[in-house]
């Protein structure tokens, strides 16, 4: 697919935060599910702006740059040293201003369950383009950045849209269940998204509007086509 795109300007939304709770372990953002979309994106001469909420240096998640979870787009980000300053210089969201961008994308890894799930800067973002009808994207646990986001009538944004996110099963086959704040799967359906699922670590997304979200790593491809697809017909 080829598109014209020279024009579109896309917000990348990166957690701060690297600690795995209290366990000692680190965490992060999850290098595939940036890596994907970030180059199906600028390979289609996207310009693509990282954001985290504390600005500065974006955490890798130490268990995504092992060699078992390589891919051809994580091989080029860890050789590509442009990409590498973006994502050690990366812009505060306090400094954000969302009209300057088209769409926003939210890579997951376990580090936004923790800081971009509670950050009111995110939410407020998220409001503001949701309201602009911009496409607005999520994969994994990024979903989590959705928990306190409310529409202009104040209801939760996912209620009564079709979600999906990092399932309960998956978040059990990596033993993170009694770790983590909060469960993906969980806060979506409490939140009254309309939620659904495919089969553990297999790819699937799911469009509502301006709204996409991907279950899970594999998933990020999708979601990178799935916006692609919505930015064609702007």
């Known amino acids: ?73 994580t091989k080029r980000f860890n050789e ?30 376990h580090g936004p369950l923790w800081d971009l799930a509670e950050d009111a800067t995110s939410a407020k973002l998220i409001q503001d383009f949701d309201a602009a009808k911009k496409p607005i994207a999520f994969v994994c646990h990024a979903p989590a950045a959705l928990r306190h986001v409310k529409n202009a009538q104040g209801e939760f944004l996912v209620k009564g849209k079709k979600v999906t996110g990092f399932t309960n099963e998956e978040e059990e086959a990596v033993q993170l269940t009694k770790v983590v ?7 979506l359906k409490e939140n009254g998204g309309i939620y659904s699922k495919g089969d553990n670590w297999v790819a699937y997304a799911v469009q509502d509007g301006n ?7 594999a998933s990020s491809a999708l979601v990178a086509e799935m916006l692609l697809k919505m930015l064609e017909k702007k």
């Open 211 to 217: 709204l996409i979200t991907g279950q899970n790593p």
């Open 80 to 109: 590509d040293a442009a990409v590498q300053k973006k994502i050690n210089k990366t812009i505060a969201l306090a400094d954000i201003n969302f009209e300057d961008y088209d769409a926003v994308f939210y890579p997951g890894g």
């Open 1 to 73: 697919m080829t598109i014209t795109t020279g024009a579109l300007k896309i917000l990348f939304v990166l957690t701060s935060h690297s600690q795995m709770g209290d366990t000692g372990h680190k965490t992060g953002f999850w290098v595939e599910e940036f890596a994907n979309p970030y180059y199906t994106l600028v390979d289609q001469g996207v310009d693509i702006t990282i954001a985290t909420p504390k600005g500065g240096v974006a955490p890798i998640d130490p268990t995504s740059d092992l060699p078992q979870n390589a891919t051809e787009d």
């Open 181 to 187: 704040p909060f469960l993906v799967e969980d806060m």
